[in-house]
Each structure stands twice: as C-alpha cells, then as structure tokens.
C-alpha cells in the first residue's frame, strides 16, 4: 500500500539556520503530495502542496519539489525563526477527495 | 469563515465505557473525514464521507466503532466499548470534493483508563 517515510526527530536549530526535513513515498501513479504543520496546542494546518512532478509548492518562506524521480519532496527553509517550532507532517493522496497518508512528524524546535 | 468545530476537546472515561466525539465541517464542504492520531505518529484514516454516504470505511474497526452523517453534515462518531489502546487524538477534517486540501478540526483527546 500507499506509504510516507520522513526523517525522525526531533530536529533541534539555532534561529536563522537552514532547515531540511526528509519526506520519500511509496505510490503508484502520481499522487499529490503535501506538507502539514502542527503548532504546539493548535490543529493540523496545510503549509504547502505540490499536484505533479517537478512542481514547486511555496509558503511562509518554506519550499518542496514534487521529485517523481526519487519519489521525494524534502521540506527547506533558508532561515528558521522561533516561530517556526512545530511538528511538520508529509502527507499524500492519490486524487482529489481521497484520503491523505501521513507520515510520523518530524518535531522541529528552533532555539533563540 | 468558521474553521471545522469538534466537541468535546478533552475526554476521559474508563475503559468498557461508551463515548462519542461530534463535528461539524466547514459549510459546503461535501466531504468529511475521521482520522485517529495516536501519540507520537501521523494521523491514519477511520472514515471518509461523500455527503451521507460513508464511500471509505476499510480502517474502522467496526466492532466497537460507529459513525453517521445524517443529513451530510454534521458527524458523529462513537466506541462502545472503549478500550485501553483507543486512547488517541481524533481529528474530524473535511473538504470540497475537488479539491486537495482538507481542513482539520483541533481534534479529541481521548483517554481511556
């Protein structure tokens, strides 16, 4: 079946540092494929989203491209704030409407 | 615009007890998911529904697990009887059929002790 692998945590930065967290899927076809973010004490929120290869999906300083050829679609930020401290979810769906698959999170803490 | 309402947002019970958890999804909003987030792990899908019609139940464990939508909006899901391992975040999210992206509601904390 359908299935999402991303790097465990907890990911641990100085503010300003570049942030990557690691997301790879099993699917067949072309799934869309997105990223989620959790803030302590809030629900999940979409961040980004790519619907077809080599798509480039954009949001609050945070980008990840939709790589068919190594099933990949890796989450940076050049420049982390605070603010930024979260669990961090990849996720895809094989069509509109249908279920998403999560991976486990990723726990981002961004030191002052 | 509202977001998507649960209630309760905290529920402890003892296990053998019964419990059920309510949504209501953003307006208009045609599809409507149960997930179940246990701690530490990414949500997994219980229930999908188009309108009234449950069209995704493979995960629900239909022994102690229920749902319904009447009138294709709000949504109730229940356990009876609850046990120790249901304890979990369960989160109600719905979306537009079209389109990919589903908003999540700020879930349930169930404690079954």
């Known amino acids: 079946g359908d299935s999402v692998t991303q790097m465990e945590g907890p990911v641990t930065l100085s503010e300003e540092a570049f942030l990557t967290i690691n997301c790879t899927y099993t699917?067949?076809?072309?799934?869309?494929l997105f990223w989620y973010v959790q803030y302590p004490g809030e629900g999940l929120q979409l961040l980004l989203k790519a619907t077809k290869a080599d798509d480039k999906g954009s949001n609050k300083g945070f980008e990840a491209t939709y790589r068919k050829e190594t099933t990949s679609f890796h989450l940076e930020k050049g420049s982390v704030q605070v603010s930024d401290s979260a669990v961090y979810f990849c996720a895809l769906a094989k069509a509109a409407g249908n279920k998403l698959t999560f991976g486990g999170g990723t726990r981002v803490l961004v030191k002052p | 615009e509202a977001g998507v309402v649960q209630s309760p947002r905290y529920k402890i019970i003892e296990k053998k007890q019964p419990v059920a958890f309510w949504c209501n999804p953003i307006s208009g909003h045609n599809t409507l998911y149960w997930y179940r987030q246990n701690l530490g792990q990414g949500p997994e899908l219980l229930i999908r529904y188009e309108n009234e019609e449950a069209v995704d139940d493979s995960q629900l464990p239909k022994d102690r697990f229920s749902a319904e939508r009447l009138k294709g909006v709000d949504s109730t899901l229940k356990i009876q009887p609850a046990e120790l391992g249901d304890s979990a975040v369960y989160l109600c999210?719905?979306?537009?059929?079209?389109?990919?992206?589903?908003?999540f509601g700020p879930g349930t904390r169930l404690t079954v002790l």
């Open positions: 699917a067949t076809g072309y799934p869309s």
């Open positions: 999210a719905s979306s537009l059929p079209t389109s990919g992206e589903q908003f």
